[in-house]
T-cell receptor
Framework: GAGVSQSPSNKVTEKGKDVELRCDPI?????LYWYRQSLGQGLEFLIY????????KSGLPSDRFSAERTGGSVSTLTIQRTQQEDSAVYLC??????????FGSGTRLTVV | GENVEQHPSTLSVQEGDSAVIKCTYS??????FPWYKQELGKRPQLIID?????GEKKDQRIAVTLNKTAKHFSLHITETQPEDSAVYFC?????????FGKGTMLLVSP
Protein backbone atom coordinates (compact mmCIF):
# COMPACT_ATOMS: atom_id res chain seq x y z
CA GLY A 1 0.00 0.00 0.00
CA ALA A 2 0.92 3.65 -0.09
CA GLY A 3 1.56 3.88 3.62
CA VAL A 4 1.65 1.92 6.86
CA SER A 5 -1.88 0.93 7.79
CA GLN A 6 -2.98 0.14 11.35
CA SER A 7 -6.26 -1.16 12.64
CA PRO A 8 -8.32 -0.52 14.58
CA SER A 9 -7.65 3.21 14.97
CA ASN A 10 -9.31 3.16 18.39
CA LYS A 11 -9.95 0.30 20.78
CA VAL A 12 -11.69 0.40 24.14
CA THR A 13 -11.49 -2.80 26.13
CA GLU A 14 -12.27 -3.98 29.61
CA LYS A 15 -9.49 -4.77 32.02
CA GLY A 16 -8.53 -8.43 31.76
CA LYS A 17 -9.57 -8.88 28.13
CA ASP A 18 -7.16 -9.73 25.31
CA VAL A 19 -6.67 -7.37 22.36
CA GLU A 20 -5.08 -7.71 18.92
CA LEU A 21 -3.65 -4.78 17.02
CA ARG A 22 -2.84 -5.07 13.35
CA CYS A 23 -0.17 -3.46 11.20
CA ASP A 24 0.10 -3.65 7.42
CA PRO A 25 3.51 -2.24 6.39
CA ILE A 26 4.52 -0.59 3.14
CA UNK A 27 4.87 -3.21 0.43
CA UNK A 28 8.47 -4.33 0.09
CA UNK A 29 9.61 -3.01 3.45
CA UNK A 30 11.51 -5.78 5.19
CA UNK A 31 11.71 -4.20 8.63
CA LEU A 32 8.71 -3.68 10.92
CA TYR A 33 8.68 -2.07 14.35
CA TRP A 34 6.17 -1.63 17.17
CA TYR A 35 6.40 1.32 19.57
CA ARG A 36 4.19 2.51 22.39
CA GLN A 37 3.45 6.16 23.13
CA SER A 38 1.85 7.01 26.44
CA LEU A 39 0.24 10.42 27.06
CA GLY A 40 2.92 13.08 27.03
CA GLN A 41 5.67 10.51 26.74
CA GLY A 42 8.19 9.58 24.12
CA LEU A 43 8.21 6.55 21.89
CA GLU A 44 8.96 3.31 23.72
CA PHE A 45 10.37 0.48 21.60
CA LEU A 46 8.53 -2.83 21.87
CA ILE A 47 9.60 -5.26 19.14
CA TYR A 48 11.43 -5.35 15.78
CA UNK A 49 11.10 -7.76 12.86
CA UNK A 50 13.68 -7.92 10.06
CA UNK A 51 13.02 -10.28 7.20
CA UNK A 52 13.14 -13.90 8.28
CA UNK A 53 15.39 -13.26 11.26
CA UNK A 54 14.26 -13.91 14.82
CA UNK A 55 12.53 -10.78 16.15
CA UNK A 56 14.14 -8.47 18.68
CA LYS A 57 11.69 -8.68 21.58
CA SER A 58 13.85 -6.80 24.05
CA GLY A 59 11.35 -3.96 24.50
CA LEU A 60 8.28 -6.00 25.39
CA PRO A 61 7.29 -4.89 28.92
CA SER A 62 5.89 -8.22 30.11
CA ASP A 63 4.99 -11.71 28.94
CA ARG A 64 1.44 -10.49 28.38
CA PHE A 65 2.73 -8.84 25.21
CA SER A 66 3.54 -10.81 22.06
CA ALA A 67 3.75 -10.15 18.36
CA GLU A 68 4.04 -12.07 15.16
CA ARG A 69 4.62 -11.26 11.55
CA THR A 70 3.16 -13.59 8.97
CA GLY A 71 4.69 -14.04 5.54
CA GLY A 72 7.07 -11.17 6.12
CA SER A 73 4.23 -8.68 5.81
CA VAL A 74 1.31 -8.10 8.19
CA SER A 75 2.04 -8.03 11.91
CA THR A 76 -0.23 -8.52 14.90
CA LEU A 77 0.55 -7.25 18.40
CA THR A 78 -1.37 -9.14 21.08
CA ILE A 79 -1.84 -7.97 24.64
CA GLN A 80 -3.29 -10.55 26.98
CA ARG A 81 -5.17 -9.78 30.20
CA THR A 82 -5.03 -6.04 29.56
CA GLN A 83 -4.29 -3.67 32.44
CA GLN A 84 -5.06 0.04 32.75
CA GLU A 85 -1.36 0.86 32.40
CA ASP A 86 -1.49 -0.66 28.91
CA SER A 87 -3.56 2.33 27.76
CA ALA A 88 -1.50 4.13 25.13
CA VAL A 89 -1.14 4.72 21.42
CA TYR A 90 0.54 1.76 19.75
CA LEU A 91 2.51 2.81 16.69
CA CYS A 92 3.80 0.56 13.95
CA UNK A 93 6.54 1.58 11.54
CA UNK A 94 8.24 -0.05 8.60
CA UNK A 95 11.41 0.59 6.65
CA UNK A 96 13.25 -0.71 3.64
CA UNK A 97 16.75 0.33 4.61
CA UNK A 98 16.82 0.27 8.37
CA UNK A 99 16.25 2.44 10.19
CA UNK A 100 14.50 5.16 8.16
CA UNK A 101 11.00 4.66 9.55
CA UNK A 102 7.59 5.44 8.14
CA PHE A 103 4.99 5.36 10.89
CA GLY A 104 1.36 4.32 10.76
CA SER A 105 -1.36 6.42 12.37
CA GLY A 106 -1.45 4.21 15.42
CA THR A 107 -4.05 2.42 17.49
CA ARG A 108 -5.29 4.26 20.55
CA LEU A 109 -5.94 1.62 23.21
CA THR A 110 -8.02 2.48 26.25
CA VAL A 111 -8.40 -0.08 29.01
CA VAL A 112 -11.35 0.61 31.32
CA GLY B 1 21.79 0.21 25.15
CA GLU B 2 21.35 3.64 23.67
CA ASN B 3 20.00 6.51 25.76
CA VAL B 4 18.80 9.76 24.20
CA GLU B 5 18.20 12.92 26.23
CA GLN B 6 16.26 15.82 24.68
CA HIS B 7 15.93 19.43 25.82
CA PRO B 8 13.92 21.51 26.35
CA SER B 9 10.67 19.66 26.99
CA THR B 10 8.68 22.73 25.97
CA LEU B 11 9.65 25.74 23.89
CA SER B 12 7.59 28.83 23.17
CA VAL B 13 8.68 31.32 20.53
CA GLN B 14 7.20 34.22 18.61
CA GLU B 15 6.51 33.81 14.92
CA GLY B 16 9.63 34.65 12.95
CA ASP B 17 12.03 33.73 15.75
CA SER B 18 14.41 30.78 15.60
CA ALA B 19 14.00 27.60 17.65
CA VAL B 20 16.72 25.19 18.72
CA ILE B 21 16.19 21.73 20.20
CA LYS B 22 19.14 19.74 21.53
CA CYS B 23 19.74 16.04 22.03
CA THR B 24 22.55 13.95 23.46
CA TYR B 25 23.14 10.25 22.98
CA SER B 26 25.20 7.68 24.80
CA UNK B 27 26.24 5.00 22.30
CA UNK B 28 29.24 6.06 20.25
CA UNK B 29 28.31 3.36 17.68
CA UNK B 30 25.15 5.26 16.70
CA UNK B 31 25.44 6.65 13.20
CA UNK B 32 21.96 7.77 12.14
CA PHE B 33 20.07 10.68 13.70
CA PRO B 34 16.57 11.52 12.44
CA TRP B 35 14.11 14.15 13.64
CA TYR B 36 10.35 13.57 13.64
CA LYS B 37 7.50 16.06 13.87
CA GLN B 38 4.23 14.95 15.43
CA GLU B 39 1.20 17.18 15.18
CA LEU B 40 -1.61 16.67 17.65
CA GLY B 41 -3.38 13.37 17.06
CA LYS B 42 -1.24 12.49 14.05
CA ARG B 43 1.60 10.13 13.28
CA PRO B 44 5.26 11.12 13.70
CA GLN B 45 6.72 12.22 10.38
CA LEU B 46 10.36 12.37 9.41
CA ILE B 47 11.43 15.95 8.70
CA ILE B 48 15.19 15.67 8.43
CA ASP B 49 17.96 13.20 9.21
CA UNK B 50 21.73 13.15 9.35
CA UNK B 51 24.33 10.43 9.24
CA UNK B 52 27.55 10.38 11.19
CA UNK B 53 29.76 11.19 8.24
CA UNK B 54 28.19 14.65 7.95
CA GLY B 55 28.37 17.55 10.38
CA GLU B 56 25.43 19.63 9.15
CA LYS B 57 22.45 19.27 6.86
CA LYS B 58 19.93 21.91 5.78
CA ASP B 59 16.51 21.76 4.16
CA GLN B 60 14.92 25.16 3.67
CA ARG B 61 14.12 26.52 7.14
CA ILE B 62 15.34 23.50 9.08
CA ALA B 63 18.86 22.32 9.75
CA VAL B 64 20.49 19.68 11.87
CA THR B 65 24.00 19.73 13.28
CA LEU B 66 25.93 16.79 14.68
CA ASN B 67 28.95 16.73 16.99
CA LYS B 68 30.09 13.13 17.21
CA THR B 69 32.91 13.90 19.61
CA ALA B 70 30.53 15.38 22.14
CA LYS B 71 27.71 13.00 21.17
CA HIS B 72 25.12 15.66 20.66
CA PHE B 73 22.97 16.88 17.79
CA SER B 74 20.57 19.76 17.38
CA LEU B 75 17.58 20.82 15.30
CA HIS B 76 17.41 24.44 14.18
CA ILE B 77 14.23 25.99 12.79
CA THR B 78 14.51 29.51 11.42
CA GLU B 79 11.71 31.98 10.68
CA THR B 80 9.24 29.91 12.66
CA GLN B 81 5.59 29.86 11.63
CA PRO B 82 2.46 28.85 13.57
CA GLU B 83 2.28 25.63 11.54
CA ASP B 84 5.63 24.61 13.01
CA SER B 85 3.81 24.10 16.32
CA ALA B 86 4.08 20.39 17.16
CA VAL B 87 6.04 17.89 19.23
CA TYR B 88 9.50 17.19 17.85
CA PHE B 89 11.37 13.97 18.60
CA CYS B 90 15.04 13.28 18.07
CA UNK B 91 16.32 9.73 17.72
CA UNK B 92 19.55 7.80 17.39
CA UNK B 93 20.36 4.45 15.88
CA UNK B 94 23.25 2.11 15.26
CA UNK B 95 22.17 -0.71 13.00
CA UNK B 96 18.50 -1.38 13.55
CA UNK B 97 16.09 0.22 15.97
CA UNK B 98 15.71 3.88 16.83
CA UNK B 99 15.90 5.16 20.40
CA PHE B 100 13.84 8.32 20.80
CA GLY B 101 14.11 11.31 23.05
CA LYS B 102 11.06 12.25 25.11
CA GLY B 103 10.07 15.05 22.77
CA THR B 104 9.89 18.85 22.72
CA MET B 105 6.57 20.62 22.46
CA LEU B 106 7.17 23.69 20.27
CA LEU B 107 4.57 26.46 20.38
CA VAL B 108 4.87 29.26 17.85
CA SER B 109 2.71 32.24 18.69
CA PRO B 110 1.51 34.60 15.94
Amino acid sequence: GAGVSQSPSNKVTEKGKDVELRCDPISGHTALYWYRQSLGQGLEFLIYFQGNSAPDKSGLPSDRFSAERTGGSVSTLTIQRTQQEDSAVYLCASSQDAPGYTFGSGTRLTVV
Amino acid sequence: GENVEQHPSTLSVQEGDSAVIKCTYSDSASNYFPWYKQELGKRPQLIIDIRSNVGEKKDQRIAVTLNKTAKHFSLHITETQPEDSAVYFCAASGYSTLTFGKGTMLLVSP
